[in-house]
């Protein structure tokens, strides 16, 4: 199958800094490629867990007596770790983009080059795909989410004419929705603009920045003391919540200083914000936009 080639691999296993008999999590298995560069530094008593809610990824399982691929969304990470019986890890990672295999496959309505069905869900079991969000969300709902999620400025408009058009039918494949869009956009910019576009809408129907939260909310809680945690995110809503949250454990505002000035918080950042070279964007386009963050458990 076509997965990407993965973002960052060497700069994101060294943040984990693994230890051959250590306890680590790959939250977004994919093709696998993190996964087995782990393994490769894992000694015969470590053990590799990892998670992916899109069953296609299923096919890329590892045949390795110290692997285990759980098929679930990584929001329920601390709930399948115990069912597995481990109660703390040494490290986790995640790489939050969506699969070149996700993208080129039509038929999943990830992309806005082909003609397909609105679905662009990671999970093909969940009930809410991308054609209940463009058919039955109201205009504030839409209009909030190009906002939010793409920083559209002109959101209200594109939420009216979505509004508008489904009066009369409703808008069902990519191509409908391109059309309907595409004179409301700059001339010259309307790919960008549809994918951002597509974008907000992906974001909405994966939930994925309420996934993002519930997941770091539970690292704290599932990494040992000195376990490190090495994210790699692709947009700035995500970038920003594991900044804050590594930061200050803490999503908006400041933690509360104790009576002599001092502050609690969860991680200490291991490096400053690690960005692909522009070797690595030459050969894969898609790294470009990718930031990684480390942080160690105090």
Do not use: W
């Amino acid at each position: 199958m076509d997965y990407h080639n993965p973002v960052l691999l060497k700069e994101s296993v060294d943040g984990l800094d693994i230890k051959p008999d250590g306890v680590y999590v790959d939250v977004t298995f994919g093709g696998g490629g993190h996964s087995r560069e782990i393994l490769k530094r894992l000694g015969p008593e470590g053990k590799l867990y990892a998670f992916d809610q899109d069953k296609d990824a299923l096919e890329n399982k590892l045949g390795d007596p110290r692997f285990t691929l759980i098929n679930e969304n990584f929001r329920f990470l601390k709930r399948f770790l115990r069912f597995y019986g481990v109660k703390q890890v040494d490290g986790i990672l995640g790489d939050f983009g969506v699969s070149s295999h996700q993208f080129n496959e039509a038929e999943r309505g990830f992309s806005t080059r082909f003609d397909a069905k609105l679905d662009m869900r990671m999970n093909q079991g969940d009930k809410l795909s991308a054609f209940e969000v463009v058919n039955e969300y109201d205009e504030e709902q839409l209009k909030k989410m190009f906002y939010e999620y793409a920083d559209l400025k002109n959101a209200p408009k594109l939420a009216r004419t979505i509004v508008a058009e489904r009066k009369n039918n409703p808008i069902e494949t990519s191509e409908q929705l391109n059309d309907l869009l595409k004179p409301l956009l700059f001339k010259g910019k309307e790919n960008k603009i549809l994918a951002q576009i597509y974008q907000a809408i992906r974001i909405e129907v994966n939930q994925e920045i309420e996934v993002l939260k519930e997941f770091l909310l539970q690292t704290e809680d599932v990494l040992k003391k000195d376990g490190r945690l090495s994210l790699i995110s692709y947009h700035s809503l995500e970038d920003r919540l594991v900044k804050r949250y590594i930061r200050s454990g803490l999503f908006q505002g400041e933690p509360e200083k104790d009576m002599y000035g001092n502050i609690s918080v969860p991680f200490k950042k291991v490096s400053g914000l690690i960005v692909p070279s522009k070797e690595e964007i030459k050969q894969n386009n898609r790294a470009r936009s990718a930031k990684l963050r480390v942080a160690r458990k105090l």
